[in-house]
């Protein structure tokens, strides 16, 4: 997400306004994510030692609509270079 963020402000002067929009975006998903894994992390540490495991749902629906806003801005991004 971060590359992607990065990306969008190399493209600052053909995008203007809206690169900076997805570079935010997409940072603030990026820490976001990062947090969340961290949690489930010591959450899967914790449930080793105790020996019972716990699903989390959470984070791969988070990831997955993540996935899923930066391609559709990829593809806002992509009609308004091509429509104007």
């Known amino acids: 997400m971060t590359v992607v963020s990065l990306l969008f402000i190399r493209w600052i002067n053909v995008f203007e306004g809206l690169s900076v929009v997805?570079?935010?975006?997409?940072?603030?998903?990026?820490?976001?994510?990062?947090?969340?894994?961290?949690?489930?992390?010591?959450?899967?540490a914790v449930s080793i030692r105790a020996e019972?495991?716990?699903?989390?749902?959470?984070?791969?629906?988070?990831?997955?609509?993540?996935?899923?806003?930066i391609a559709a801005l990829g593809i806002a991004s992509v009609l308004k270079i091509t429509v104007g």
């Open 52 to 69: 019972r495991g716990r699903p989390t749902p959470w984070a791969v629906i988070f990831l997955t609509c993540s996935v899923c806003l």
């Open 22 to 44: 997805v570079f935010v975006v997409c940072i603030t998903l990026a820490i976001a994510a990062i947090a969340m894994q961290v949690r489930r992390y010591r959450l899967g």
